[in-house]
């Protein structure tokens, strides 16, 4: 399992007394954990989080993340994986603003969520063959000089 924390405070004021200052106590953080069940399969569950925040000094968002997911199989020299990405679809954003009394909201995101398909085959030879020992030239003076 692997997992990070973070947090961080912002606070931004204007020349501008139109702006209305903002500041926020901003924290998220990551966390993904891989189990094999079978020595066969692997599972792993990964996700992030970013409590609301603010974007451009002037704009507080709203928090947003992300759940995925996936299940890989290994046979013979083949591996298949299938994965979900942003299972609650939760990345999309959203961000409010204030100048004066015109308030402005903006949205925006991608395809976040998708579901995806890997087949792959490991191509050359499955045993590799250990490296024979070289001398080094200084050590083969070294033995002549001693001798």
Do not use: C
Not at 59 to 73: E, H
């Amino acid at each position: 399992m692997y997992g990070s924390i973070y947090g961080f405070y912002n606070k931004f004021t204007a020349n501008d007394p139109d702006f209305i200052p903002v500041d926020r106590l901003t924290y998220g953080g990551y966390a993904q954990s891989t189990f094999t069940v079978k020595k066969v399969y692997k599972l792993e569950l990964s996700g992030w989080y970013s409590s609301p925040s603010i974007w451009r000094g002037t704009f507080k968002t709203k928090s947003i993340g992300s759940l995925n997911y996936s299940v890989q199989r290994a046979w013979n020299r083949w591996t298949f994986k299938a994965s979900i990405n942003d299972i609650f679809y939760s990345i999309p954003w959203r961000a409010d603003n204030r100048f004066g009394e015109l308030f402005i909201t903006g949205t925006g995101g991608s395809d976040s969520r998708n579901l995806r398909f890997y087949l792959s085959y490991a191509f050359g030879h499955n045993d590799v063959k250990t490296a024979r020992k070289r001398k080094a030239s200084s050590e083969d003076v070294q033995n002549r000089i001693g001798n």
